[in-house]
């Protein structure tokens, strides 16, 4: 049985979930609080539950103090739930940094009908959270001053290195991302996050990467050494080769792998281009996007990896690459990031 505990100041939502989860076979609401500061007494008689579902902005303690506090005991899979989602906001990119598992998007009327329209999404995302290996770090990146930090040397990569992730890909590639030497080759991502989210990431880790530029991807762009290019939220992202260049195409059309953007995408279209002069990653989520991509790459003459179960979030990207024969070896975050640091 799942136990599932509730913190938000809205009697609405408190009274939404609470319906959501009666009755269901596998998963209880053990209990509810308006704010985290409460949360602890009823701690007491309930006990920590297995998920919480969180909001962001409430009294007495707002929902990031409390998922600090919580972690530092016991990481525990969260879901935020947070009107905040909505703005892409950074408290909720911060929330993913400290190892939030999902973000729910909560509206500020008609809460009802999209708790009902939401139920079914909700109790996969409970049930996979439940599964979920929560890492707590401690310690945060501190912010760069770029004026402070060597100029780095922009120029056309020849080289790519081409990442997919979801579910705990925010902690992860921060951690990557943070340890990358200077004059690396263009680094393209897919992380799976809403619309609005992607700008806040990339400018979030702008600020902590010394040695490299981070953006959200635009159209046509060329890509360059020593900068990380972020897919935008709510479009898929391939790189095509136009002359000696490899130039950043922004695309809009239907989900693959069920995402938008998608990893698959990415890699495939790499993979037409790149060959031996790229690198492809697919790092934790859930889900199988970036299998089929990857395979592309790995047929088409790229190095290819996986990340190794044991350090990931949801070992379900990772483990449909592995199973289609996609990927020539798991790695560890460390080895992912001794592994780019050796491309150049």
């Known amino acids: 049985m799942i136990k599932v505990f509730v913190i938000d100041d809205s009697i609405a939502v408190r009274s939404g979930f609470r319906k ?47 998922l600090k506090k919580i972690n530092e005991q016991r990481p525990t899979p969260t879901i935020m739930c947070s009107t905040l989602a909505k703005k892409g906001s950074n408290e909720m990119v911060e929330a993913l940094s400290l190892g939030a598992f999902a973000i729910i998007e909560k509206p500020k009327i008609n809460i009802k009908d999209f708790l009902n329209e939401y139920k079914d999404n909700l109790i996969s995302q409970i049930k996979a959270a439940s599964k979920a290996k929560i890492t707590y770090k401690k310690s ?20 790519i290195i081409a990442i997919g992730a ?12 943070t340890n990358i030497q200077t004059d690396h080759p263009a680094i393209v991502i897919v992380q799976h996050m809403p619309v609005g989210f992607t700008r806040s990431f990339a400018l979030r880790l702008n600020g902590l990467c010394k040695n490299s530029k981070v953006v959200e991807a635009k ?31 922004i695309k809009d059309f239907p989900r693959d792998d069920f995402h938008k953007p998608s990893a698959t995408v990415l890699l495939a279209s790499i993979s037409k281009i790149a060959k031996s002069n790229s690198i492809g990653f697919v790092l934790t989520g859930m889900g199988v996007d970036g299998a089929k991509g990857l395979l592309h790459m790995k047929e088409a003459g790229s190095k290819t990896y996986t990340q190794n179960e044991k350090t990931c979030t949801v070992y379900g990207m990772p483990k449909a690459a ?18 780019i640091n050796r491309t150049r």
């Open 140 to 159: 945060v990146p501190k912010v760069i001053n770029k004026q402070e930090v060597k100029k780095l040397n922009y120029k056309p990569s020849s080289k």
């Open 166 to 177: 979801s579910t705990g890909g925010v902690q992860v590639l921060e951690e990557i991302l």
């Open 322 to 339: 592995v199973k289609l024969g996609a990927s020539s070896k798991e790695l560890s975050i460390f080895d992912i990031t001794q592994t």
């Open 20 to 66: 959501i989860l009666s009755g269901l076979e596998n998963i209880t609401l053990i209990g509810e609080a308006n704010n985290p500061v409460d949360a602890y007494t009823v701690f007491k008689t309930t006990g920590l539950p297995d998920v919480f579902i969180l909001d962001i902005e409430m009294p007495k303690m707002n929902g990031l103090t409390f």
């Open 219 to 249: 159209n046509n762009e060329t890509l360059n050494t020593c900068t990380v290019y972020i897919a935008p939220g709510d479009k898929h992202m391939e790189i095509e080769k136009e002359g000696f260049v490899h130039v950043v195409k």
